[in-house]
């Protein structure tokens, strides 16, 4: 069963830097695409960055270009979004999720993380 679970979540304030973790439990990201989304209460929830490693192809959203990334660790097995230079718009529930055997942006991801709360205060 493919299960997602994201950590590191939390408060900043403008401007500062958080990473966020995404540990797969009974699988590695092989051939997946990994994808970072973000809701914001009111809002729809939006796409991020995708890192696939079926074929090397990424996707950044304009909202974050330049100030997030998406990487792994070298196991494949825990996917990170670095955020840097953090604004109080970038506040937002933040999941991760995956579809496998596609290129980015994805389409129809599959299997999606519980979440992680991230508060920029201005």
């Known amino acids: 069963e493919v299960q997602l679970v994201e950590s590191g979540g939390g408060l900043v304030q403008a401007g500062g830097s958080l990473r966020l973790s995404c540990a797969a439990s009974?699988?590695?990201?092989?051939?997946?695409?990994i994808g970072w989304f973000r809701q914001a209460p009111g809002k729809e929830r939006e796409g991020l960055l995708c890192l696939s490693l079926a074929d090397g192809s990424t996707y950044y959203a304009d909202s974050v270009k330049g100030r997030f990334t998406i990487s792994t660790d070298s196991a494949k097995t825990t996917a990170y979004l670095q955020m840097n230079s953090l604004k109080p718009e970038d506040t937002a529930v933040y999941y991760c999720?995956?579809?496998?055997?596609?290129?980015?942006?994805?389409?129809?991801?599959?299997?999606w993380g519980q979440g992680t709360q991230v508060t920029v205060s201005s």
């Open positions: 999720a995956v579809e496998w055997l596609v290129n980015c942006p994805g389409g129809e991801y599959d299997s």
């Open positions: 009974g699988f590695s990201f092989d051939d997946y695409a």
